[in-house]
């Protein structure tokens, strides 16, 4: 049984601060990336991502603000932010994929108000 859960998300007022965080449970090998998405209407979108080898990219809305980190001995994953808009309002998703499959978390409300 592979999990994902994600704790962090809340409302927030404009400019303010949360940091996600995805905690991996289970045998989970052969990582390939994993990142943060936010849901879109019909996709969710990739906000952060990290790479097997450790190569970090993050969606230009997001750049300068947020954070993806992870902690390989917690085997978990965080995303920092910061400066929060309330176009950043959204459910955040976590993603582990491997050579195999892909798994993703229950999603977190994130919510800014102005």
């Known amino acids: 049984q592979v999990q994902l859960v994600e704790s962090g998300g809340g409302l927030v007022q404009a400019g303010g601060s949360l940091r996600l965080s995805c905690a991996a449970s289970?045998?989970?090998?052969?990582?390939?990336?994993l990142g943060w998405h936010r849901q879109a209407r019909n996709q969710r979108d990739l906000v952060a991502g990290i790479?097997?080898?450790?190569?970090?990219s993050y969606a230009d809305y997001v750049q300068g603000r947020f954070t993806i980190s992870r902690d390989n001995a917690k085997n978990t994953v965080y995303l920092q932010m910061n400066s929060l808009k309330p176009e950043d309002t959204a459910v955040y998703y976590c993603?582990?994929?491997?050579?195999?499959?892909?798994?993703w978390g229950q999603g977190t409300q994130v919510t800014v108000s102005s």
């Open positions: 993603r582990i994929t491997t050579n195999l499959y892909t798994y």
């Open positions: 289970g045998s989970i090998f052969s990582i390939s990336n």
């Open positions: 790479s097997s080898g450790g190569r970090i």
